[in-house]
C-alpha cells in the first residue's frame, strides 16, 4: 500500500514557475512508476509526466514538453514537477499517482495503483 500526498499547488500569474512535491509513504517507493496527472473543471483526467522507478526514463504530454520536468528522490521517497512557462490553460487539479506494475508507465488513468488528493493550480492571465 502506498499514501501519496502532493504538496506546492497555489495561484501563479502566467509565464511563471511552481515545483509540485509528492510524499509517497512505504519502504518499497524505489520500485513505483510514479506519475502526475490534471484535471480541469468539467473535463477528463489528463496525463501529464511519468518517470520510471528507477528515474532514467521519463515520459512528457505533448502539451508539457519542454516546459514541464518530472524527477524523483528515491532517498526521500518523493516525487516532483517542475512547471516553467506556465499558460492559463495548466488551470487544474494536479494528482500524484504510483504503479508498482514491471513495465512502461502509461498515460491511461486506469493504469496506475494509487493517487493522491490532488492540488490545485490556478495560472490568471
Known amino acids: 500500500q502506498v499514501q501519496l500526498v502532493e504538496s506546492g499547488g497555489g495561484l501563479v500569474q502566467a509565464g511563471g514557475s511552481l515545483r509540485l512535491s509528492c510524499a509517497a509513504s512505504g519502504r518499497t517507493f524505489s520500485s513505483y512508476a510514479m506519475g502526475w496527472f490534471r484535471q480541469a473543471p468539467g473535463k477528463e483526467r489528463e496525463f501529464v509526466a511519468a518517470?520510471?522507478?528507477?528515474?532514467?526514463?521519463?515520459y512528457y504530454a505533448v502539451s508539457v514538453k519542454g516546459r514541464f520536468t518530472i524527477s524523483r528522490d528515491n532517498a526521500k521517497n518523493t516525487v516532483f514537477l517542475q512547471m516553467n512557462s506556465l499558460k492559463p490553460e495548466d488551470t487544474a487539479v494536479y494528482y500524484c499517482?504510483?504503479?508498482?506494475?514491471?513495465?512502461?508507465?502509461?498515460?491511461?488513468?486506469?493504469?496506475?495503483?494509487?493517487w493522491g488528493q490532488g492540488t490545485q493550480i490556478t495560472v490568471s492571465s
Open positions: 499517482s504510483a504503479a508498482s506494475r514491471n513495465a512502461s508507465p502509461r498515460s491511461e488513468p486506469g493504469w496506475w495503483d494509487y
Open positions: 518517470i520510471s522507478w528507477g528515474g532514467g526514463n521519463t
